[in-house]
């Protein structure tokens, strides 16, 4: 451990605030959703305790969504941590994944598999009447939605090709697109020999390959995961375009290879500013956290080390402070950094795992 890391830890000296929910427990099957005041350290068990997973605070900061065990599969729970109320959704099937936030906080989006067969489509739940759609009309084969804050960057790429503008046109022409949302999700496309996990744009009644229209040829690589801006006008994604795991930014001037390196690059993060994205790479041996400047791609470490392991970063509101997971004493905790990696301080040291760390909105 560097003298730098120990003197962080000693002093305190990050000195961030705000609170931050996370998993914790000793198994999966007792995970539970926990908040952690940044500030005092002070922890609130929040969740199920029943392999709760994949948090997300909601728009306002007032709930967080999550997925927990149910009777029969894995449903999605949303949680008010100020009055203690912690419902859950009712469920079309089984099993539901990763649910993401509507830029108004009214709906909640997801991945579900049906019972007798997979069915991995979307849905979206509506939190105002409580009824769940499945997305996408009839296309399958889509996992890991995200809705797009605006519709801006669509309009933008439009093609010249009319099916495919009528396709990606569609926010612009259909009046119930622009007041139900868009989303984008990662699905497999194409037809054998040439299929592969494309981006999908997804309506409540379409799903539309995203890059073929933009590129041709992209059926010859893997897309894994998307992610927009915070104001819609920008949108990372993994893809093996190059030869191994990169991060590429798709916007208004056309598509980059921000990370460009021969180590694997993953789990890219916007920074509040839309200026930055925080990402885990492989590229001095150990998995470690990295960040790059999308108008230069200029790439800087953070939380890296050749013995120990760093990851799951996410962004404190005002974009100087990153919360990750790090192994380096031992069961996986949660630690914070400067965004320039200068001074770390350790945040949670229980004996068993901490993960999956997310920072509460500030909307003051």
Known sequence: MSSLLVIALACGIVGQTGTIAYIAGESQESYRLTLIDA??????????????AYPRWSPDGTHIAYQSKQPEGTGIRVACPDSGEDKALAHQFSWNYE?????????LAYSSDGDMAPLQA???????????TIWGGTHRGLIRPVWLPTTDLMKALDPDDQAAAEALGLMELSAEAEERGV???VGVGGAPPNMAADIYIVTPTLAVPL?????????????????????????AYESNDGGDRELFVLGRRGITNVSNHPAADWNPVWAPDNNWIAFESFRQGRRGIYRVLISTANVFPVAVDAYY????????????????????TGAPQLFIA???????QQLTKDAFPALAPTWRPDTN
């Open 309 to 328: 392991d760093c990851w799951a970063p996410d962004w404190s509101p005002d974009g100087e402070h990153l919360v990750f997971v790090s192994d380096r």
């Open 39 to 52: 500030a005092t350290g002070e922890t609130t068990p929040v969740g199920q305790g029943d392999r709760d």
């Open 183 to 185: 989303l984008l999700a």
């Open 338 to 344: 400067d965004k320039e990696g200068k001074t770390q």
């Open 211 to 235: 890059l073929p229209f933009l590129m041709p040829d992209s059926y010859r690589y893997v897309e894994w995961c998307v992610e927009p801006d915070n104001d819609g006008r920008q949108i």
């Open 99 to 107: 649910p993401r936030w509507s830029p108004d906080g009214r709906k």
């Open 122 to 132: 979307i849905l979206v739940y509506d939190l105002d009447t409580d009824t769940e």
